[in-house]
């Protein structure tokens, strides 16, 4: 299912979805973070080269 079947970008434009994100992690730091069970709730992974998105 494409994300903006369920109108995600709408929600987002119009300010009636927001998602909170505390700290992003490289890839493979998350892999071991969540392969230890350490994480609590969503984990967002940053893949870029350059280690900026």
């Known amino acids: 299912m494409d994300p903006d079947d369920a109108g995600l970008t709408d929600l987002v434009r119009r300010g009636q979805l927001i998602v909170h994100v505390s700290k992003e ?3 493979a730091e998350a892999h071991h ?3 230890q069970g350490r994480t609590a ?3 967002v992974l940053n893949v870029s080269e ?3 998105v």
Do not use: H
């Open 50 to 52: 350059e280690g900026v």
């Open 33 to 35: 973070l969540v392969a």
């Open 41 to 43: 709730g969503k984990v």
């Open 25 to 27: 992690f490289p890839l």
